[in-house]
Every structure is written in C-alpha cells, then in structure tokens.
C-alpha cells in the first residue's frame, strides 16, 4: 500500500493510490475554454474527494487584463456550470483563495522571472514545496515560446528535492515534422519523464478498463489473438457537425483530428501484449511495439484501405442540417474529411492476418465510440452445416456514451424447432456501479501531480503515429489518390466504406 | 419514510414469485445485483427500519437483500416471507434499476434455520455479504460463516464491546472461513483519519508527529466507541501503548514520553466524531466537523508558521451512507484490529 515520501505514517492503507505532492500548477493560457470547463471543474471535484495534496496553489498565466479576485469570480461561476459536483460555496472559497492570475504576455521574459518570484512567495507562504506542474492549455502555436521562456528563466529546472513537470494539450503537432521540432522544444525544457501528453480517453473508465478486461480475466486473453478473432472494429461516430470549431478542423480532418491520438491509443490498447508491469515505461513500451507493427500504408495501399469523405446535408434525428461546406467558417469548395475509415494490419505474431477496421465520423446518426471483437465463426458442422450462422461472438468495449461491455453468443430459441437467434450478455457501468464516474481530466491531473505517467503518451508513441499518418496524407495529396467521397448527414458514412470491408468479407457493425 | 416489505408470499415459491415480478413489470426497468447483502436482526423493528435503508442503497449499488427478522424467543415456529424490488432512474432516459429484496420473518426454533433460508436464495456467483445488526451470537455456526466473503458488524450497538470483539475473534479464526470483517463503526473514521493523515503530510506537522502528547476527541453521546477507535488507531500507528494501570490511564510513546486523552461528550454534537485535537509540544492538529455540509475542517498551528487550514470530505452520519461507503470500498481493514488491541483495555470502562 503506498505512503508519501515523507513516510506519514498515518498515511498507510488509508487509500490504494500515490498521494499527489504538494504543488503549484501554472496554467498557460488559462483565459480559454480548457481552464474553465475542465481543469479548474477537475480540480474543484478533487479538492470536493479529498484527493488533492496538503497544500495547492493555481498560477493562471495569460494575456488579459484581469485580477485575481475578478479571475476567481470568473472561474466560479464557469465551476458552478460545468463541475460534476454541485459547488459548495465554502470550499469553493477557501480552494478559489488559493488561485492566483499572473498577466504577461508570452514573449515577455520579464512576465517569467515575476512568474518564478511569485512562485517562490507561494511556497513560501502556503507550503507547496518548490513543486511546479506547468500546463500548456495555450493554442500549440504558442507553446515553442512559453517552453523557451521557461528553459530561460531556469522554470523548467527542478530545484534539489523538488520536481518540475509539463502537462501538453494536443495537438502535438500537426505533423511528424512539426511534433519532431515540438517535442525537441520539451526535452530541451523537460525531461522525457516530467512530459506529460494529455489525450483524455485515456483518463476515460472505459479505457482503462481494456487493459483489466484483458488481463484481470482468464478467457478473454486466451481468445484474443488471430485464431479466434475474425476482425476488429473501432467506431468513433458522432451526430455533432463541426460546430464552432470550423477554424481549426479545417486545417486538422478527422484524421488529425480523432486519429493520430485517440483511434490509434485504443488500437494499441487493444492489441498491444501484456507489459511487464503497469508501470508507465512498461505499458508505454508495449503500445509503441502495436505502432511499430503497424504495416505501412502508401501510395497504392492508401487508396486500397482508407476511405476518405466528407458530410453533405442531411437530416439528424429528423432535423435538416447543412452539408460540412455549408458550415460557417468552411471553405466552399473545402476538400477537408469529416469521415475516415480504415483497414490495418499489425504484423506481428498475435495479429497476422486480422483486419482492425476504424472509423471516425461527424453527423452520423448515432453518438458512440466502441470498440468490437469480432470472433471467428463455428466450424461447417453441426449447427453451422446447413447455414452459416449469422452473427459470430462480438466483444464490445463501450468508451462512451453507455460504457460497458457486452458480448453476443447465439442460443437456441424455445420451441420443438432449432432456431438460433444472437442473444446479448450486457454489462453497463451505470447499471452495477451507481457511482458518478470522475471525469477524465480529474484522472490525469491527479497522475500528473502524483508523477503516474502510464496514461500519457510519451515522445515516442506521438512520433510513430504521426509518421504512421503523415503517409496517408501524403498519399492523398498525389494526383492518383482517391477522391474524397460524400456521404448525407444522417448515414453510416459512404459506400466506399462499406466495400473497403467487403474483401475480409466483414460488415460494419450499425451502432 | 417507510417502504412496505413487499408482497406476501410462500417461502418455497419465492423463485416463482421474483420471475412472475419481472416478467410482468415494464420494459423500463432492469433487475441489476452486484452482491448478495444478507441482514440479520433480532429487533422487531427491523423490517420497518430496514426497507428504507435498502431502498435508499440501492439509488447507488445494486443488490440482492435477504433481510431477515428473527424473533428467536418466540414459542411459535414460524417462516414468513415477501418479496419487493427497489427501483430508481439513475439517469434521465435509461432504465429504471432495480435492486431485489426478499425478507423473512423467522420465529422461534425457525431461526435455526437461517443458513438454510440464505442459501436457498442468493444469486449464484455474487458474493455474500452479511450484515449482522446488534449483538453476535456466541457459538457461531460454521455452516453459515464459513461461506460468508464479508461480514459487517456495527460494534457501535454492542451492549458487550468487550466480549462481542472476542466473539468476533472467534468468528474470523474458523476453520476455511474467508470473511473479510467490516466494523461500521470503523468506517464511520474513515474521512475523518484521512483528515487527520492529511495535515501530517506538512513537513512542520510530521517531525512533530513524534512528540504527540495529548489528545482530546469531543464526541456525540453514544460513540464512545467510535471516539476510542480513533484513539486506536492514532495509538497504534504511533507504536504508543496503552498504561492503564493508573486511575487516569495515558499511553507511553516508544521514547517513553506520555500522552493524555481525553473523551468529550457533547450532548449537541451534529456528528458522531465532532473534532480531535492533537497537541504536539507546540503545535496543535485539529480536525473538525463542519456545521453545514459534508465536510471537515483540517487545521495545523505551530510557531512561526503559517497557518494550514484545508476542507477534506467528511462521512455522512446516515447508516444507509456509511454502509454504501463500505460496499463501495470493498478491500479490507488492516489496521482494524491494531486498533482495537491498543484501546481494548479501555472497552470496558465506562
């Protein structure tokens, strides 16, 4: 059972976690969205737990002309909009006493050396032991100048006995080139192990769940390799357009967008081998193998297994919506996807031969990310002679919405006829455990202040992925790619989708 | 509130009468059980002061209840038994879940029989968890224990503390058993030591963590017990041992220092543990209970210090709340007997 460093001995087998150290976590650019909506609601409901440290102070760093006082009425009232806990007032004031605003531009040297100043009075004052958690929420374009002026201010230098880490927002890059020169501008800042890459459906339930699902149980690693699985399909579908958001998806896609990071962080969760441990190294290391076995994809084989789209008008849930070029913000003739479809290979021993279907969609009909084994069916006798049954077993790992598990078998249908129908063995999160499930962000910063790095992606993982996807948009870029395909708002996604699964002689599954 | 047992029904068509229930309620509910919560009380309240209870866990953890209310002393041999279900929408256009409860009333020589009823009616696979309200019985009955995975007890309702923990004792050392022990008295601490833990995460607080030397606890009449399990634990996990051989018993440091205590009972305490102040030479720890709301107030104070003060969530003193916070926990108590052992001496004083 662990204990603090300081070894309280009151500590012991109180809680079966790391106790997070005291510490000051600075947020750059903390006037966005990001601060209010999740990290100042995620740390309210850990302070609401009891899971925060002995001591913590907030340092917002931004441009605008804001005082604390006016900052922390701010951020109050976004809490009471957007925490998972109904505010309690009194908490709230002693936690929101405890946050600070530092205005200064980014390329002001002089706002760091006031930044380090004030930290050091903070620690002296309220006890946060010289521990520092810098988090980028800033636009990316911003952060090569912050991680300078940290390096040059001696910031991102952790005094003796004290740590200093970073917590990165994605995008990490939008390319290989550029995550390359971003993640060298980190390590001439930070350390590999005070990086700390957020991608927050790793701090979902159902994520980490794949892992204990595999091997906390006995039958389901037995099956999961090419003998018993037929395919794999990771759907990430959501009804949503592209909202406010029509600047930056317009130079991202929905292969940058949803891809590089969360598709490909559940493909390695679900495929990769068992680690030696759960430490972060040890379960890190196995993911990045999944990525190294990718089978590469280029020119011709682009155009053989991917499918590229983009939504035209349609209806959701039986309201008329506007084609993506039709958004605000998107260009007319915009070529950019809004729907990718894939089938992978990983040519390793495990998984030779099995297709990994993913999709990622907007204004499809149904909000869902899953991921779904799909498992060889029966032998040609017996049950299986006359016809061939329908509907093998499929293991499905509910991310969101409704996470769970579910598993389908076939059974004999009551009667003096043998009829045999699929039936579904359900498992829901809601349903046995009661609890409210804590948000991811409240996970990870919890892990980043405790120094748990095993749901962050590290330097490595962010690389081989966006080298894996840099091909693609590569290929697509040559005049000889596929077209991009359109599909009406309200459907499963183009044709072309379905026939690129037609070969394994697979289907997608309807959500 | 009170929630009706249920309908009547035979004991040997309980099975029949829990598939006719589901088979005939709405398709917006959906039977859900992660253990098998077994109560056993001999107050003839039990079944009015326990429906509620289990209507109000099952909002968050899904069960099947065997509750059963002996009368040992009754002349008559009697099995009565009903069944209800306990449904609540936890989110807004999903199904209703649906916990299942069975009670019984057994009377006279049929309490005999309590093995045998609770085995006839768990669902298979879930473990077993039995919730024995008052006073145990000497002589346990390895039949029934040996298949138990937990066993709660509230050691807060003991007439006997002393002779119940041997009992309970007794009970653990049985051949084959396998039950992991949940005092609800115990858990009632839990908030309040990680309260307590947390200011020694101070550097200021932990070095002088070994000069303790007084303890004040103000509690609410009635958790006596309650009060000298925290003493307990803050005893043992300081290696302090208890000299009770004077009139005003104190415990001796291991550098051979004493510390004081003292017991305060406060006839209009909101909570069952009110506050802890812990003097350390020249500093104080205090926890408190807020008055409004869920939580405790931690503080620390020492010269030339600046002054700690955090909010940390406090136990709700309902018992439907402390019991939810032990299922929801599921892992075993270590440190529950160390505790125990250090105050036992003091069990019996009144």
Request: net charge neutral.
């Amino acid at each position: 059972m662990p204990e603090t460093a300081c070894e309280n001995p009151l500590r012991f087998h109180l809680v079966n976690r790391p106790v997070p150290d005291p510490c000051i976590i600075v947020i750059f650019g903390a006037t966005g969205d990001l601060t209010r909506r999740k990290l100042i609601p995620a740390l309210y409901n850990l302070a609401a737990d009891g899971n925060l440290p002995s001591s913590l102070a907030v340092v917002c760093f931004a441009r605008r002309e804001k005082t604390s006082e006016s900052f922390r009425a701010e951020l109050g009232e976004a809490a009471r909009k957007y925490s998972r806990r109904p505010l309690n007032d009194e908490l709230w004031t002693r936690f929101a006493a405890n946050i600070f605003y530092h205005r200064s531009s980014f390329d002001q040297p002089a706002g760091y050396t006031s930044l380090g100043d004030e930290l050091d009075a903070i620690d002296q004052r309220l006890g946060t032991r010289g521990n520092r958690l810098y988090y980028l929420a800033s636009s990316p374009t911003e952060f090569d100048l912050i991680l300078e002026n940290l390096s040059a201010s001696g910031l991102s230098s952790a005094k003796p006995g004290t740590w200093s880490r970073l917590i990165v927002e994605k995008p990490f890059g939008t390319d290989l080139p550029s995550a390359h020169r971003l993640n060298d501008a980190v390590a001439a800042a930070f350390p590999e192990r005070d990086t700390f890459r957020i991608d927050h459906y790793l701090g979902k339930e159902t994520a980490q769940n794949i892992l204990v699902l595999r091997f906390a149980n006995t039958v389901f690693e037995a099956l999961w390799n090419r003998r018993y699985v037929d395919n794999v399909q990771i759907t990430a579908s959501e009804p949503l357009g592209v909202e406010s958001r029509a600047g930056y998806y317009e130079n991202s896609g929905a292969l940058r967008d949803m891809v590089q990071n969360h598709l490909l962080q559940l493909l390695c969760l679900t495929a990769m081998e068992p680690p030696i441990d759960l430490g972060a190294d040890a379960v890190r290391n196995e993911k990045v193998k999944v990525m190294q076995a990718l089978r590469p994809l280029n020119g011709a084989a682009v155009a053989e297994n991917v499918v590229r789209a983009q939504y035209t008008a349609g209806f959701i849930n039986g309201q008329e919506v506007p084609g993506y070029r039709h958004e605000p913000g998107v260009a007319p003739e915009s070529m950019v996807e809004t729907y990718v479809a894939l089938r992978l290979h990983i040519d390793n021993w495990r998984w030779a031969g099995v297709p990994f279907f993913m999709r990622v969609g907007k204004r499809l009909p149904k909000s869902g990310t899953e991921i779904a084994i799909q498992f060889r069916g029966t032998p040609p006798v017996l049950f299986n002679r006359e016809s061939k049954l329908q509907d093998p077993n499929v293991l499905v790992i509910r991310i969101q919405p409704d996470e769970g598990i579910s598993f389908r078998m076939a059974a004999k249908m009551p009667g003096a006829m043998l009829q045999i129908e699929p039936v579904k063995m359900d498992f829901h999160y809601g349903t046995s455990f009661g609890k409210a499930t804590p948000e991811a962000y409240e996970r990870l910063l919890l892990d980043a202040m405790s120094g748990d790095a095993t749901l962050f992606a590290r330097r490595d993982e962010v690389e081989h992925a966006w080298a894996f996807i840099d091909q693609i948009r590569e290929a697509w870029q040559d005049d000889s790619a596929p077209r991009l395909d359109f599909y009406p708002a309200g459907s499963w996604g183009p044709r072309q989708a379905d026939e690129l699964l037609a070969p394994d002689h697979a289907v997608w599954r309807r959500l | 509130m009170t929630v009706s047992p249920g309908l009547a029904v035979e004991v040997g068509d309980i099975d029949r009468q829990l598939g006719l229930l589901w088979s005939q309620s709405d398709a917006g509910k959906v039977r859900a059980s992660l253990v098998n919560l077994v109560i056993y009380s001999e107050a003839p309240d039990a079944m009015a002061a326990n429906t509620p209870l289990l209507f109000a866990i099952a909002a968050d953890h899904a069960f099947r209840a065997l509750l059963v209310q002996a009368q040992p002393e009754a002349k008559k041999s009697a099995v009565r038994a009903w069944i209800t279900a306990h449904c609540h929408l936890r989110e807004t256009g999903k199904k209703e879940i649906c916990s299942e409860q069975i009670t019984f009333q057994l009377d006279g020589p049929a309490v005999g029989r309590l093995p045998s009823i609770v085995f006839s009616h768990l669902d298979t696979d879930l473990p077993l968890y039995l919730w024995w309200q008052g006073d145990l019985h000497p002589d346990p009955d390895p039949q029934l224990w040996r298949w138990v995975d937990r066993l709660i007890v509230d050691s807060n309702s003991w007439s006997d503390p002393a002779g119940q923990f041997r009992i309970l004792r007794e009970i653990q050392s049985l051949g084959r058993t396998r039950s992991a022990l949940a005092d609800l008295n115990w858990t009632r601490l839990f908030h309040l030591r990680y309260a307590v833990a947390q200011i020694f995460d101070l550097p200021a607080a932990l070095e002088r963590l070994d000069r303790i030397d007084r303890v004040e606890i103000v509690h609410a009449p009635g958790y006596r017990l309650t009060a000298l399990q925290l003493l307990g634990w803050l005893a043992s996990r300081l290696g302090s041992i208890l000299d009770h051989d004077d009139r005003a018993p104190v415990f001796r440091r291991p550098d051979g220092g004493t510390v004081t205590f003292r017991l305060k009972v406060n006839q209009d305490a909101k909570a069952c543990v009110e506050s802890i102040d812990i003097g350390l030479g020249d500093a104080t720890a205090s926890v408190r209970r807020k008055i409004s709301g869920d939580y405790y107030l931690g503080t620390f104070t020492a010269p030339h210090q600046a002054p700690f003060a955090q909010m940390l969530p406090a136990e709700r003193d309902k018992t439907s709340d402390i019991l939810l916070s032990e299922l929801s926990r599921i892992s075993r108590h270590p440190l529950f007997w160390p505790s125990i052992r250090a105050i036992e001496p003091l069990l019996s004083r009144p």
